[in-house]
C-alpha cells in the first residue's frame, strides 16, 4: 500500500497533516505523484469562510484543484499515458452518460466530480488517483507550474468560447487576477485585437499589460466605463453614445465589477459573467441592458478545453509562467492561504511545490 502526506482543513484557517493510504486503483484510473498546486481564490474562500453559496464544508476537506505531476501507477485498461508521463489534472469528471455529457456539455453535468468542492477531496496530497480520460500529457515545453495553471487558462477559453470572441474584436477584462489574466490571453489567442484591463492595483494591470491587455485602466483613480467608451470611440467610429466593447468579462466576483460589465458593451455586444458575486441577488440595471440589447451569458467550469490550453501553451501563445508570483513548500502549505488572502494587492498566483 502507498501513503499519501495529505494537506487537511479541519475548520476555517485551520489545517492538520495525515498519512493516507491511497486507493487500489481500478480500471482506467492512473495514480499521479503531484508535483504542483495552485491555490486559487475558491480555494481561499472555502479556508477562510467554510463555504461557497450553496457549497458547505461540513466535514475535512483537502483543498487544491490547480494540479500538475507525473503518472506514478496505471491501473487496467489504460492505454493513452504511461508511467513517468507529466500530466496535467482536469479536476471535474462527468458521469459521461446523462444528457449534458452526450452533447459536450459536460460542464453541467448533474453527476460531476469535482476536486475540492465538498466532500470531495482536492489535490493536495503527495498522490492521487484520477481518471485517464480527465488527464492530460503535457510536452517538455509546458512547465510544472504551467501544467497546473492549465486549469484557470481552462475557465478564460471557456469565457471566450462563451463570449463568441472572434478576430478583430473588442474586449474588456473586468478584474485582472489569474482568472482576468488567462481570459485575457485566451480573447488574444481567438483573435481580439483591443483589449482593456480594468483593476484596482497597478501591479495586477502591469501583469495584464505583460500578458496581453492593449489598454488598462485603474478604476481606483477613474471611471472605468467611461474610459472603456472613450478607448473605444477613439479606435473606431462610433458616436460616443454607442463606444463599447464587443464582449466584457467581469472576473473579479464583486457588485460593481457586475454592473461595470453590463455598461461595457456596446449596444449589441454580449457580456460574460465569469466571477461569482458574494451574495446570490445582487442589484443590476436590466432596463439599460436590454434597451443595448446586451446578451448576458454565464459561465460554469468549462468542457473540452485542456487540449486547446496545451496546445496554446506548448505553442508559446499564452504564457502562464508569468502568473507565478511567489512559492511555498509543501510543508508550508497552511501559509500559502494565509498569504493569498492577505497579500491580493501584491500577488497573482501562489503556487505550492508538492514534489
Known sequence: MVSSKTAVLDSIRQMHWEDRTVPELGPLEVRVRVKKVGVCGSDVHYYTHGRIGGFIVEAPL???????????????????????????LEPGYPC????????????????????????????????????EDFTFAVPDSVSDDAAA???????????????????GDSVAVIGAGPIGCTSIQAAKAAGATTIIAVDLEDFRLELARKVGATHTVNSRTLNAVDEIRRIT????????????VDVAFETAGSVPTCRMSLEAPKPGGVTVLVGLPPAP??????????????????????????????????????DLDALVTHRYAFADAQAAFEFADAEKRTSMKVMIDVG
Open 96 to 131: 459521461r452518460r446523462c444528457s449534458y455529457c452526450k452533447t459536450g456539455h459536460y460542464n453541467l453535468c448533474p453527476g460531476m466530480t469535482f476536486m475540492a468542492t465538498p466532500p470531495i477531496d482536492g489535490a493536495l496530497s503527495e498522490y492521487v488517483i484520477w481518471p
Open 62 to 88: 483537502v483543498l487544491g484543484h490547480e494540479v500538475s505531476g507525473v503518472v506514478d501507477a496505471v491501473g487496467e485498461g489504460v492505454t493513452s499515458l504511461q508511467v513517468g508521463m507529466r500530466v496535467a
Open 149 to 167: 495553471l492549465l486549469e484557470p487558462l481552462a475557465v478564460g477559453i471557456w469565457a471566450a468560447r462563451r463570449g463568441g470572441v472572434k478576430a
Open 233 to 244: 470611440h477613439e479606435l473606431g467610429s462610433l458616436p460616443m453614445s454607442h463606444a463599447g
Open 281 to 318: 441577488e445582487v442589484s443590476l440595471d436590466i432596463v439599460s441592458a436590454a434597451s443595448r440589447e446586451t446578451d448576458i451569458r454565464g459561465i460554469f467550469r468549462y468542457a473540452n478545453c485542456y487540449p486547446a490550453a496545451i496546445a496554446l501553451v506548448a505553442s508559446g501563445q499564452i
